[in-house]
């Protein structure tokens, strides 16, 4: 079973520049999930997608940050302008749903802002 | 909310030694725990989990025991080796509200 797929795996930029990350989430899966991981912490939920739907967003700085699903497979999660605070992992995760017990991780992408 | 904690680190080891990394949680329901292992400059990769009461997971040597009693998960291995040397985190699976929390990390070093 291919798992959860993400590119890019790494990306600089300038400041004020915008970028966008892409996810695939596992076949069948209905729950996906970005999350933000800055160095020397836990990964954080940023938004929490079911289907095509958004289930929870609240901790989404959405004056900048903004994702997507569309037709409920694919996401994408864009940060536009990007700040330094911003340098952190970008995790993708999905679960089947429901009944599941557990998120599947992407590798991530290691945004750095300079 | 959920939440996850983890010891804090760094932890320091000499090869061979016994390692424990403490970590309890609060969580409504009965969540699925994990640890998962971050090695320098790679992604999240699960260790190992657990997703009911006194199931023991276990994988490459750790082992954690599911402890509703103290809502603990605490991560332990025999004989650490250099190539441990990670990043650790305990996590846990809400299944009622599909979600995952994590603790902060706990860096382990293992010296030769």
Excluded at chain 1, 83 to 103: M, Q, R
Excluded at chain 2, 27 to 49: D, H, I, M
Excluded at chain 2, 62 to 72: D, G, I, L, N, P
Aim: aromatic share 12%.
């Amino acid at each position: 079973e291919a798992g959860v797929a993400q590119s890019p795996r790494y990306k600089i930029i300038e400041k004020r520049q915008s970028v966008a990350f892409w996810c695939n989430p596992i076949s069948g899966h209905a729950t996906l999930y970005w999350y933000q991981q800055i160095l020397g912490q836990g990964p954080k939920l940023l938004i929490q997608f079911q289907n095509n739907g958004v289930v929870d967003d609240s901790q989404l700085p959405k004056d900048r940050f903004s994702a997507e699903r569309l037709k409920g497979v694919d996401s994408t999660l864009k940060i536009q302008p990007a700040k330094l605070e911003d340098s952190a992992v970008y995790l993708c995760a999905s679960s089947p749903s429901p009944g599941g017990t557990e998120a599947f991780f992407g590798q991530g992408t290691r945004l750095t802002v300079v | 909310g959920d939440s996850v904690t983890q010891m804090e680190g760094p932890v320091t080891l000499s090869e061979e030694a016994f390692l424990t990394i403490n970590c309890t949680y609060t969580a409504t329901g009965y969540p699925s725990l994990f640890w998962y292992v971050q090695y320098p400059g790679e992604g999240l990769q699960l260790l190992l989990k657990a997703t009911k009461a006194d199931d023991k997971g276990s994988n490459k040597g750790f082992e954690a025991t599911y402890r509703k009693e103290t809502t603990s998960f605490h991560l332990e291995k025999g004989s650490v080796q250099v190539s441990d040397s990670a990043v650790y985190f305990c996590a846990l699976f809400n299944t009622n509200a599909g979600k995952s929390t994590f603790g902060d990390g706990t860096t382990l070093t293992v010296k030769p």
